[in-house]
């Protein structure tokens, strides 16, 4: 089965604080790609982070990390010193070679930002 | 161009029209993919083009949907007959050669169609 799982539709996070949102996978395929990307309102997909399956260190791209645990297929997204620009749906997402080079998304966590 | 691009941004049709949907990717990009987001819900996945090939229409939801790419530049979804299950964002994105060797999927702002 091909299917990626945010199970928070909803988080919210203090301006200038850590948070964290979740995603598991699941796939049989032995290499794979997996990727958060970030919605705002006005609704053009941006690539946060993306990481590759084969790769044992964690992806960072300045204020955003990943922590990446294959046995478990799990990959959340770690968003440090949180911005009142980082509100938005964020999706995780698996590249599926296998399926005819497609994304696969999870359903969405809605990232709130307080001042 | 400098991004993807989709027109029209908005789209309200009656049932049973037909619509069409326009998507320009990036210049020289090689991939191309069409996904449907429903309200509140992550885009699924529609049609995959290697330049003018299509090679996965298999999340197309019904043979109303048609999808092309005649020239490996501009595609144009397609929908007839329109149902009010249609009422979607219509997301199209772009990559510079083939999975997975540049994966990184650029999107377009979509087409938002909503059908009375």
């Known amino acids: 089965a091909q299917t990626v799982t945010q199970s928070q539709p909803e988080m919210s996070v203090q301006e200038a604080e850590t948070v964290t949102l979740s995603c598991t996978y699941d796939t049989s395929e032995s290499d794979y790609y997996l990727f958060w990307y970030k919605q705002p309102p006005s609704r053009q997909m941006i690539l946060v982070i993306r990481q590759e399956a084969y790769k044992q260190q964690n992806a960072t791209e300045n204020r955003f990390s990943v922590n990446f645990q294959k046995a478990a297929k799990s990959f959340s997204l770690k968003i440090s010193d949180s911005q009142l620009g980082d509100a938005a749906m964020y999706f995780c997402?698996?590249?599926?070679?296998?399926?005819?080079?497609?994304?696969?998304f999870g359903a969405g966590t809605i990232l709130r930002v307080k001042s | 161009g400098a991004g993807v691009s989709q027109s029209p941004r908005y789209k309200v049709a009656k049932r049973g029209q037909d619509v069409a949907l326009r998507c320009d990717p990036i210049s020289g990009h090689v991939s191309l993919f069409w996904y449907q987001q429903a309200l509140g819900q992550g885009p699924e996945f529609l049609t995959y083009?290697?330049?003018?090939?299509?090679?996965?229409k298999s999340g197309l939801p019904s043979d109303r949907f048609f999808a092309e790419r005649p020239e490996g530049s501009v595609s144009t979804l397609k929908i007839q007959r329109t149902q009010q299950e249609d009422s979607a964002v219509y997301l199209c994105?772009?990559?510079?050669?083939?999975?997975?060797?540049?994966?990184?999927?650029?999107f377009g702002p979509g087409t938002r169609l909503t059908v009375l």
């Open positions: 997402a698996q590249l599926f070679m296998e399926y005819g080079n497609k994304l696969v």
């Open positions: 994105a772009s990559s510079l050669l083939v999975p997975p060797y540049d994966n990184e999927q650029f």
């Open positions: 083009f290697q330049n003018e090939a299509q090679l996965d």
